[in-house]
């Protein structure tokens, strides 16, 4: 045993903590932006496609292939939003942080829920809210981090992906 | 304190200060640019780090961590005198 782990036995001890207090990953919320783009194109393009021309199977099967495709892409995006979010939610996002923008909580709740909203229906106005709850968020982690001029940026970004 | 045991937790200041090892500090030496110091968080009383003295201006501390991505003065703040705990003997 060394003399500081001997001495341990007689001396008062403290714990002192040396752990990284900021996070040590990389953080960023445009792949939610982006996952939230996607169902909202998804949706947009479900909305238009067009009903089969003929009642032949062949036909049939051509749409609803396109429609489970869009479909399939919806869901996995609206589930990767939620999952995007909830780790800034919980690895970034710090207490001080809920201090200063105590609505944070209630924002990533409606957030994650407008997520599953998404799954479960095709609209339009519910993709919209989606982009915009992420929006406000990221608005919020630009300020935490100090930059609130890189949420420009991040609209420029996200804002003509299509 | 005169004397006292500080315990490392986290991996900050790897390889120098190994998480879990135990070292001895004491309260009477100032700590100086390249020791180690325990100290309160001047951002939370309750948190009590452990870093490398880079610099002391004005009589406030600059605290670095080993690490790049490790917490430091410039997350937490310079640290006042009655902040510091004591040096670590390393």
């Given at each position: 045993m060394d003399i500081a782990g001997y001495l341990s036995h007689i001396l008062p001890e403290a714990r002192a903590q040396a752990h990284?207090?900021?996070?040590c990953g990389i953080y960023e919320p445009t792949p939610a932006k982006i996952a939230a783009m996607t169902v909202l194109r998804m949706a947009l393009q479900i909305n238009e496609l067009p009903p089969p021309e003929t009642e032949e199977f062949s036909a049939r099967k051509a749409v609803i292939h396109s429609l489970a495709r869009r479909v399939k892409v919806k869901e996995e995006h609206a589930e990767l939003c939620k999952r995007e979010l909830l780790i800034l939610w919980t690895d970034f996002f710090k207490p001080e942080h809920l201090e200063k923008f105590p609505q944070l909580h209630d924002l990533v709740w409606k957030a994650a829920k407008l997520c599953s909203k998404n799954k479960q229906e095709v609209s339009e106005e519910a993709a919209r809210e989606l982009v915009a709850a992420v929006d406000g968020i990221a608005k919020i982690f630009y300020e935490v981090k100090g930059v609130p001029e890189r949420y420009d940026a991040y609209q420029k970004l996200t804002e003509k992906l299509f | 304190m005169l004397l006292f045991i500080v315990r490392v937790e986290g991996e900050s200041d790897w390889p120098v200060l190994v998480p879990g090892r135990r070292y001895l500090a004491s309260g009477i030496f100032v700590p100086r640019v390249g020791d180690f110091a325990v100290f309160r968080n001047p951002r939370d009383r309750q948190q009590i780090f452990i870093k490398r003295v880079s610099r002391v201006l004005d009589d406030q501390y600059i605290m670095n961590g080993e690490r790049s991505w490790a917490s430091s003065s410039d997350d937490f703040g310079s640290v006042p005198p009655d902040y510091i705990l004591g040096k670590v003997f390393v």
């Open positions: 990284c207090d900021i996070p | -």
